[in-house]
Each structure stands twice: as C-alpha cells, then as structure tokens.
C-alpha cells in the first residue's frame, strides 16, 4: 500500500516522550563512586613522597602523597594507632598502608592512613634508625672517644657462637697468622630472642676478668699485716665480638640498646665484626674498630705480628749489615783521628809555622814591590799634569781660543746683518705691493670727501653738490657732486 499523504499542518510529535534514563544527583553518583571504590580497591600498599604536610590542632594529619606522575591525597587521623607517625615528613618516601574511600563534601578521593613505614624497609629497620640517633645524640659514636687497637696483641677475648661460622674463620687466619694469640672464648648465642642480652653479659664478663686487683700485704715491725689494693692489671688486649651474614632480622641481636652500651662501657677497646661487607650495624657505630668480616677482623688483629714476620726474618741480614756499616764508620773515625793526630804534631805545627812565615815574608816583599810601582806611577801622572798646566801654555791656549770665538762672533754678526736686511727687503716689498699706490698704479682711483677726506664707499651717502676730492696715480681732482637722473 502506498504511503498515506500528510498534511501541511501535520508536524508530527513536537515533544516526544523522554526515553528511558535516570538522573543521579551529585552526592548520589559520589555515594556510587565510593561503595564501588571501596569495594573494588579497599586497603591497598602504596609508595611516594610526603608533601604539604599538615598537622591539625585536632590531631588529624593531612597530607599528599606524590611520584613522578600523579598524587594522592592522605589522611591519618588521631585515633588511628599507627606506629611511625614522626616518620611522616615533607620530603620523605614513606610506605602507606591504608583504605581507598571518597571524601564526599569535596568529591575527590582519598587514602585513610593505617600504618606507616619508612619506604624499602620495615619496623625493624625504623627502630635502627631511631636508636642510632639517639645514641649517636648522647655520643656514643664519637670519633674522639675511639681507642687504638694494641699493635701486638697476646692475649684477646672472644664473643660469639661456639658453634658459627664466625668462629672457624677468626680461628683459621690466627692460626695461620699469629699462631702464638691466646683467645678467650666467651660462647653466647648471636641471634634470637635474649641473644643480646648474653651478648652484653659476655662483654661484661671479659671486661671482669681482664681487671684483676693484685693485694699487696706489707709487713712493720710491730705492726699488723695491711692488705692495700694497687693499681688493676690488664690481662686483655681487647674483645673481638663477631658473627656470621644473615637478613637484618638475623643481626638485630647487635642491634640492641643492651650490646651498645656495653661495647661503650667496656674499659678494654672492642672490634665489631658482624655480617658481611655490606651489613652495618649498632655495635658497628660503637666499637673502637668495625672490620667487614670475621676474617678481615682476625687480619687486622693480627696485622702488627704478620707484619713483623717478614721484619724478624730479614733482622740477620740487617744485623750483618748495620755491623758492618758500624765497623765502616769507626774505621773512618779512627782514621780522622789518626789524621788529627799527626795534624798536631808539634814537628807538623813547627813546619806549618816555618812555611807560612815564608809566606808572609814573600807577601810583605810582593806589597813593597807594588807600593813602589805605585807611587812612582803617581810620581809621573802628577808630572806630566804639571807639566799640561803651565801657566805661558795655559795663556797662549785661552788667547788661541779668544781669537778664535771673536772671528766665530764677527762672522755671526755678518750673517745676522745680511739675513735680516733680506727679510726687511722682503716686508718691504709684501707693504709695497699691498699699499694703495699699487691700486692706483694699475688705473684704480679713491675718491674723498674734500672736506674731511673720509673715503668714501657707498654712492647713496654721497649729496648733491658736495665737494669731492679724487685720488689718481699722478695728482688729484677735485670736483662736485650732482643727482643722477631718472632714466
């Protein structure tokens, strides 16, 4: 069938019906947003750097957390019992743990703050950090309080596992390196629960036992027998505490408050080798020396009598030749003496005077010599200065040299007359040429006024009938003005 035709009028529906939607009001699609953040997300880790810290008087703490590509905006509110809270600074990389949900009045989302680590590393790590300030605050690791270790130990006391690692490699390089070092071992455990404790204990006893007091009983007559107690004796050199590697929670052990105040307590000096090159720990920072392994620290223990070796080994030789450089530097001893010796003799002295009279004998004749030369020289100069001076040649040279300056001076007075009688000449011509009879001369005529002969120069200044007086090369004229007439 065909289309049934419209009329003009038929505009069809002008409203239609709204299609089937439905419109969330703001606070409804944030509500949304967060049920499905918090359902989908939730309690996440998350890594970056603190920034616009802000402390609240309520005890909230707002801030940013940000990486290279985005931030996160953070709350850790006061009843939250977080451990770490000082942690949280401008500026540092922290690890969050903590709820993703949506602050609905400002329609962002947020991280609310459970706990807080230190970024990379974990509560123990943070603990480490907050000991080793604090103990380095109270001076614990001052480098001013570090003491020298014995350069040749005989006697060192040890802490450690009985039963480690630490212990065969300590052994093994004093055995091959100082075999002749007494070791006191004190066993301990070096890891686990109470491990510092025994640690600090063994340090404690080793310094006990290295102070003994010596009781000296002095008898008088008449008198009681007098127990006094004298100075202490050491009988350590110093305490070597060590153990093998392992994971930090394998070393906290030296980690402990315990162990570093009695490594800074210890009378004797302590060396902390604890772990491998890359571990540090607390006892590190205290001890008087740190070595990176149990057996670099038997090494530098050991260090004065190894190096020793090779001095006694070659001490023979060194003997043999300090004898002979001994022997060398006597002989050459005597020999200077022996020389002095014959040097004093009093045939040596006598001939010495003898030669060196001779000598002045020659010298006074060689002087005598000279000053008779020299006065003779003398004698002739001042002759021959008499004999230029005579007072006749004297007269005849000034005489010579008068005529002389007085031809110089006619001569001069000639030359002077000439050349200034041609430079008058040639004024004379220059006024010459310039004076009006040359005007005159060559047909140019002055005209004046006849009665006061003032020149004149402008033919509108002169009147009708005035008398003129005109100036020729030969004579004058006089005459009388009259009008120009009109042309």
């Known amino acids: 069938m065909g289309q049934q035709p419209k009329s003009q009028w038929d505009f069809g529906e002008l409203f239609p019906a709204e299609a089937g939607r439905r419109v969330l009001s703001v606070s409804e699609l944030t509500a949304q947003v967060k049920r499905l953040l918090e359902k989908s997300v939730g309690s996440v880790w998350v890594t970056g750097e603190v920034t616009n810290l802000r402390s609240q008087s309520s005890g909230h703490m707002y801030f940013t957390l940000k990486d290279a590509g985005a931030q996160l905006s953070c709350v850790l509110f006061r009843g939250e019992a977080v451990m770490n809270r000082s942690v949280l600074q401008d500026g540092q990389k922290v690890l969050l743990q ?11 989302y947020q991280l609310i703050v459970r706990a807080v680590e230190l970024q990379g590393v974990g509560a123990l790590q943070i603990a480490f950090e907050k000991l080793k300030q604090k103990l380095a605050a109270e001076g614990l690791f001052a480098p001013e309080r570090k003491r020298p270790l014995p350069k040749y130990p005989h006697r060192i006391g040890l802490v450690t596992s009985p039963t480690g690692a630490a212990i065969r490699d300590v052994l093994h390089v004093v055995q091959r390196r100082n075999p002749g070092l007494e070791i006191i071992l004190t066993p301990c455990r070096v890891q686990g ?10 340090i404690r006893l080793l310094n006990e036992f290295s102070v003994a007091a010596i009781y000296d009983r002095r008898s008088k007559s008449g008198e009681e027998v007098q127990r006094s107690q004298t100075a202490a004796t050491t009988q350590l050199d110093l305490i070597l505490l060590t153990r093998g590697g392992g994971s930090l929670e394998d070393l906290w052990a030296f980690n402990e408050e315990v162990v570093a105040r009695a490594i800074f307590e210890s009378a004797i000096p302590v060396v902390s080798a604890v772990g491998h090159e890359i571990d540090f720990t607390i006892s590190d920072f205290v001890a008087d020396v740190r070595a990176a392994t149990p057996s670099a620290a038997a090494e530098i223990i050991t260090e004065g009598m190894f190096a020793s070796r090779e001095f006694v080994a070659e001490a023979p030789e060194l003997l043999r030749r300090k004898v002979r450089q001994r022997l060398a530097g006597a002989m050459e001893d005597f020999e200077q003496v022996q020389g002095r010796l014959a040097r004093l003799h009093p045939r040596r002295r006598l001939s010495e005077s003898l030669q060196r009279l001779d000598d002045l004998q020659s010298g006074l004749l060689r002087c005598a010599k000279q000053g008779t030369h020299g006065r003779t020289v003398a004698w002739r100069n001042l002759t ?23 031809r110089r001076l006619r001569e001069l007075m000639r030359v002077g007359w000439r050349n200034g009688k041609g430079r008058l000449e040639t004024l004379e011509a220059r006024l010459r040429l310039l004076g009006p ?3 005159l001369a ?13 020149v004149l120069r402008e033919a509108q200044k002169v009147q009708s009938g005035q008398r003129l007086k005109t100036r020729l090369q030969a004579g004058e004229i006089l005459s009388r003005a009259e009008k120009e007439k009109a042309k």
Not at 98 to 108: F, I, N, P
């Open 437 to 439: 009879e040359q005007v």
């Open 98 to 108: 903590g709820d993703v949900t949506v602050y609905e009045a400002r329609g962002q």
């Open 384 to 406: 021959d200065r008499l004999l230029r001076i005579r007072p006749a040649q004297l007269l005849n040279q000034r005489r010579a040299s008068l005529v002389t300056s007085q």
């Open 442 to 454: 060559r047909g140019y005529s002055i005209t004046m006024d006849a009665e006061s002969g003032k």
């Open 193 to 202: 629960e109470g491990a510092a404790k025994e640690i600090a204990a063994a």
